[in-house]
């Protein structure tokens, strides 16, 4: 399994990214997908999760009503949307998957794959 996450970058307070996380060698469809964020010297932590059919989707606190995930198995794709950043979501944010991995257990310790990471810096 390969996954592949882009679009982040740099963006004012109160801005919008999308970002991307493309994933192959596997079927899309099977597993529930996620996204992690790490800050400098701390441990990765859960951000969102979505369902195979898409149909569930949880969402850490710190980012609850700001961003959304969605996904496209047509596209083997699924994506972050970020609204009303603050400089507090600096961070390398990280798509993931596994075997076991859904919208119930998305524990980081659920995880078999990683995407390589894609930093996202809020200015204020």
């Known amino acids: 399994v390969q996954l592949q996450a882009y679009g982040g970058g740099l963006v004012q307070a109160g801005g919008s990214l999308r970002l991307s996380c493309a994933a192959s060698?596997?079927?899309?469809?099977?597993?529930?997908m996620g996204w992690f964020r790490q800050f400098p010297g701390k441990e990765r932590e859960f951000v969102a999760v979505?369902?195979?059919?898409?149909?569930?989707?949880v969402y850490a606190d710190s980012v609850k009503g700001r961003f959304t995930i969605s996904r496209d198995n047509a596209k083997n794709t699924v994506y972050l949307q970020m609204n009303s950043l603050k400089p507090e979501d600096t961070a390398v944010y990280y798509c993931a998957t596994g075997s076991a991995y859904s919208s119930y257990y998305y524990h980081r310790n659920s995880v078999d794959y990683w995407g390589q990471g894609t930093l996202v810096t809020v200015s204020s």
């Open positions: 979505i369902s195979r059919s898409g149909s569930r989707t």
């Open positions: 060698g596997r079927t899309f469809s099977s597993y529930g």
